[in-house]
């Protein structure tokens, strides 16, 4: 992969977080943000697989099905925009949230953490 399919800019698929929160079964979610952020407050079925350990092999460990569509999210929609270069290089149907986990709980949508779920 290109160096700079690695920089946060540019565009790629995405969705808003009231689509997202309407679909969200039909839905695999990535959560790139470190694991100390995704602990703090997350989606519902997400995985963490921080943006610093995107390898092919580390993807490809989630076993996320190529028919179903993935959502990477980070905090502000800028690590998701690698991930999503990264999963549709390897074949996935892949898209980012837009405005990240900040626009989700704009939204006041549930989030789960450590602690207890919220929402």
């Not at 009231?18 to 943000?33: F, N, P």
Request: hydrophobic share 40%.
């Amino acid at each position: 992969m290109k160096l700079t399919n690695w920089l946060p800019f540019g565009k790629v698929p995405e969705i808003s977080a009231s689509e997202l929160a309407k679909e969200l079964d039909s839905w695999k979610i990535v959560d790139v943000r470190t694991v100390s952020e995704f602990e703090n407050g997350h989606i519902e079925g997400a995985v963490n697989l921080p943006i610093t350990a995107f390898t092919d092999e580390n993807v490809l460990g989630l076993q996320l099905a190529k028919d179903k569509r993935v959502i990477a999210i980070c905090r502000s929609a800028h690590r998701s925009i690698p991930a999503v270069r990264k999963l549709k290089a390897l074949g996935f149907n892949a898209y980012q949230l837009k405005g990240g986990m900040i626009s989700w709980r704009d939204k006041g949508l549930p989030e789960k953490s450590n602690e207890s779920e919220a929402g």
